[in-house]
């Protein structure tokens, strides 16, 4: 079954670079799109976007302009960078695996809490 | 831009109660590409319906889905102590591409 792992900083500083990491094990990179969804404390889910292992990808338009996707097939991980963050972007952040049909997400990573703040 | 619709936002109710949960599209959804998530205190969401009524791997068929159009219903038939969680809509397809609801919650009453 697969299983994802996110990694990376839990705290990052306004207008900096938000980047996480989310190693994938025990499947393909290949029959799935990778998502990142994101939760800010006490409130809903987010979808940003998803990368298929080709490196295609679509992003939320809310955040497009900010957002950026990567794939690396040799590790089996898939990146997100988010640019120029405020405290509104301070959330747990997730990685998922995406019904390339479907849509619907079955595999979840368990969640990371990027803190934005000085 | 797709928006989607849950009510109630939350949902009172005992151990062995029925629960009904709606999920309402600002415009047509295929029902092929609408879900249902579980989500407890300090988890990741849990798949538990696909295609609208298609319970994922290992969902009890207490959980049920239904509907199409713009109106699906996510429905336990029997909540166990276990249920109480907030629980999403998705869809997928529409721009935006996935589309999360507002969650309702249900808890003990």
């Known amino acids: 079954q697969v299983q994802l792992q996110e990694s990376g900083p839990g705290l990052v500083k306004p207008s900096e670079t938000l980047s996480l990491t989310c190693t994938v094990s025990?499947?393909?990179?290949?029959?799935?799109?990778w998502s990142w969804i994101r939760q800010p404390p006490g409130k809903g889910l987010e979808w940003i976007g998803y990368?298929?292992?080709?490196?295609?990808?679509n992003y939320n338009p809310s955040l497009k302009s900010r957002v950026t996707i990567s794939v690396d097939t040799s590790k089996n991980q898939f990146s997100l960078k988010l640019s120029s963050v405020t405290a509104a972007d301070t959330a747990v952040y997730y990685c998922?695996?995406?019904?390339?049909?479907?849509?619907?997400?079955?595999?979840w990573g368990q969640g990371t809490l990027v803190t934005v703040s000085s | 831009e797709i928006v989607l619709t849950q009510s109630p936002g939350t949902l009172s109710l005992s151990p062995g109660e029925r629960a009904t949960l709606s999920c309402r599209a600002s415009q047509s959804v295929s029902s092929s590409y609408l879900a249902w998530y579980q989500q407890k205190p300090g988890q990741a969401p849990r798949l538990l319906i696909y295609?609208?009524?298609s319970r994922a791997t290992g969902i009890p068929d207490r959980f049920s889905g239904s509907g199409s159009g713009t109106d699906f219903t996510l429905t336990i038939s029997r909540l166990e102590p276990e249920d109480f969680a907030v629980y999403y809509c998705?869809?997928?397809?529409?721009?935006?591409?996935?589309?999360f609801g507002p969650g309702t919650k249900v808890d003990i009453k």
């Open positions: 025990g499947g393909s990179i290949s029959s799935y799109y």
């Open positions: 998705q869809q997928y397809g529409s721009s935006p591409q996935v589309t």
């Open positions: 295609g609208a009524s």
């Open positions: 998922a695996s995406t019904g390339i049909l479907t849509g619907y997400s079955r595999y």
């Open positions: 990368i298929y292992y080709s490196g295609s990808t």
